[in-house]
């Protein structure tokens, strides 16, 4: 079950698939695709960012399955996913750059950044304020347990 059924991996594909046709036709729209410099930044960016997504969505769908998240309340589940998707969020971008800067397909903005831990920790910090200062409240907000709303009769 961990590994998925044929349908998991039927869908996988084609989101991931459509996302990549997605891509290619704006950087081809936006003549992105010029010359073979520009095809190999471009489709050798969405080579990483495809394979590194298929191995943690995947990965974040066995620790759903083993954390039996499904399972839990809802209030949890909120709670749970949220921590769970941060952190793939987190690691995931930290391995997409490292493998950018490997493989030498960082962009000109992105490169202005490389190796500076002190700007990514003020920018992480900055994003997870917002994220809590707005995302908090709103978890705060959702109705605890659904009740079935009564008529007259006493049935709905």
């Known amino acids: 079950m961990l590994l998925g059924t044929g349908r998991y991996w039927l869908f996988q594909f084609i989101g991931w698939g459509i996302f990549a046709a997605i891509n290619i036709l704006f950087a081809y729209s936006f003549d992105k695709l010029g010359t073979y410099a520009d095809q190999r930044l471009v489709l050798g960016r969405l080579g990483i960012f495809i394979s590194l997504g298929i191995i943690l969505t995947h990965l974040m769908r066995i620790m759903i399955v083993i954390l039996n998240v499904l399972q839990q309340k809802l209030e949890k589940q909120l709670y749970i996913f949220f921590a769970i998707t941060?952190?793939?969020?987190?690691?995931?971008?930290?391995?997409?750059?490292?493998?950018?800067?490997?493989?030498?397909l960082m962009n000109r903005s992105e490169k202005e950044f490389e190796g500076n831990q002190f700007l990514l920790i003020v920018n992480a910090a900055f994003l997870l304020f917002h994220l809590f200062l707005y995302l908090e409240p709103a978890l705060f907000r959702l109705p605890l347990h659904y009740q079935e709303p009564k008529t007259a009769t006493g049935y709905a």
């Open 86 to 104: 941060l952190f793939f969020s987190l690691v995931g971008s930290y391995i997409d750059l490292a493998l950018l800067s490997q493989f030498d």
